[in-house]
Structure formats: structure tokens, C-alpha cells
């Protein structure tokens, strides 16, 4: 069974510009998280998709939104780029959701100018 | 707002020594823990989880579960140098059922 995919895998951007990053998860599974991986503050959640619905968020400005397709497949978009928004991006994918197992993508590597 | 406190490292060992790796969580409420290991430049990669208090174990891993001392730990039996790694202490569960909390992290290198 094939694994999660991330696309691209590596992004440089300047100040104000967006970014669309986009996650496949393994095949059956409908839950898709993010998170932003930084040396200063380690792995954060940004949000959860389950069945095209947001179900939990984390403590981002709006700036980082997000949405899940009816095949599962997700995106998440960051508009108006800052420097601190450089990070490592990761996707995970879960069958249930919730408390259950998480598996993440090789990740986008974002580099803000 | 969730706490994860793992022990801070960096851990070093010998090759054929036992890991001990240790996490601290702050929500009674926690349902699911996890552990990941990541190489540095990839990934997170899900290696053992646990619901239950007690023992887990899956080859040389042993995960350990005390929700009354909120506590998990991870234990590396005959530890190899390919498990050089950061490993991740994860906690889900309570209100906010479906994120993972993470904590920082303990750098483990085994020596040969």
C-alpha cells in the first residue's frame, strides 16, 4: 500500500507571497492532519480533516487554512508569507482519526525570503 | 494547554545496551500515546503506540504505559546504531481527541 505523499517537496517563497502545499493519504483513509515542524518550537497541529469537514484546529493565525476533498486528498494554504513561516510541513494520514494511529509524509520543506 | 515533557538528552549508549527513553504528560484526559522516531532531514515514523496501562512490546521495543504517574516510556533492547535518531513522545486524547501534542524530543545515538 503506497504511502503518504506531499507535493512539492521543497518551496521557496518571499514576504506576502501564498503557498498551496497539497497530501495524499494512504489509500482507505480519511483523516488528515497537519503540522509545522520548526527547531524553535518543535512539532505543532494546525488542523484535522475528516470527511471533507475541519474537526480541530490549532493555534495559528487564519492566515493558515485548509481543506479536504471528497477522494481524501488535502491542501493547506498560507497566505500573506512571513520569515517565521519557514518550516518543515508534514501531512499525516489516519484511518479513524481521532486518538488513533498517524502517519506522516515526507513533508514540504517551505523556505520564506 | 497540553504538556509533553520528554527527558531532554542528548542519550547516548553503547551498542547492545538498553535505550531508556521517557515522556511526562500533563492531561489526565490523555487516551493515546505514541512513539515516533525521526532520522534527521526526514520524516516522523510511527514505530509503537499504546491505549492501555502496562506493557507493549514489539521486537526490540517495549513501550510502557503509567496513567496514574502520567507517564510513558520507550525502551530499546540491543540497541544498533541504525537507531540513532530523534525519538518523539506523542499524546492524544480528552477534549481534543484527534491532534497530537508532541513533545520536544530526545536525541539517542549508539555508539559502537
Known amino acids: 500500500k503506497a504511502g503518504v505523499t506531499q507535493t512539492p517537496r521543497y518551496l521557496i517563497k518571499t514576504r506576502g507571497q501564498q503557498v498551496t502545499l497539497s497530501c495524499s493519504p494512504i489509500s482507505g483513509h480519511r483523516s488528515v492532519s497537519w503540522y509545522q515542524q520548526t527547531p524553535g518550537q518543535g512539532l505543532q497541529f494546525l488542523f484535522e480533516y475528516f470527511s471533507e469537514t475541519q474537526r480541530n484546529k490549532g493555534n495559528f493565525p487564519g492566515r493558515f487554512s485548509g481543506r479536504q476533498f471528497s477522494n481524501s486528498r488535502s491542501e493547506m494554504n498560507v497566505s500573506t508569507l512571513e520569515l517565521g513561516d519557514s518550516a518543515l510541513y508534514l501531512c499525516?494520514?489516519?484511518?479513524?482519526?481521532?486518538?488513533?494511529?498517524?502517519?506522516f509524509g515526507p513533508g514540504t520543506r517551505l523556505t520564506v525570503l | 494547554q497540553k504538556e509533553v515533557e520528554q527527558n531532554s538528552g542528548p542519550l547516548s549508549v553503547p551498542e547492545g545496551a538498553i535505550a531508556s527513553l521517557n515522556c511526562t504528560y500533563s492531561?489526565?484526559?490523555?487516551?493515546?500515546f505514541f512513539w515516533y522516531r525521526q532520522y534527521s532531514g526526514k520524516s516522523p515514523e510511527l514505530i509503537m503506540f499504546i491505549y492501555s496501562n502496562g506493557d507493549k512490546e514489539d521486537g526490540r521495543f517495549t513501550a510502557q504505559l503509567n496513567k496514574a504517574s502520567q507517564y510513558v516510556s520507550l525502551l530499546i533492547r540491543d540497541s544498533q546504531p541504525s537507531d540513532s535518531a530523534t525519538y518523539l513522545c506523542a499524546v492524544s486524547g480528552g477534549s481534543t481527541l484527534g491532534r497530537l501534542y508532541f513533545g520536544r524530543g530526545t536525541q539517542l545515538t549508539v555508539w559502537p
Open positions: 492531561d489526565r484526559g490523555s487516551q493515546s
Open positions: 499525516a494520514s489516519s484511518a479513524r482519526g481521532g486518538g488513533h494511529e498517524q502517519f
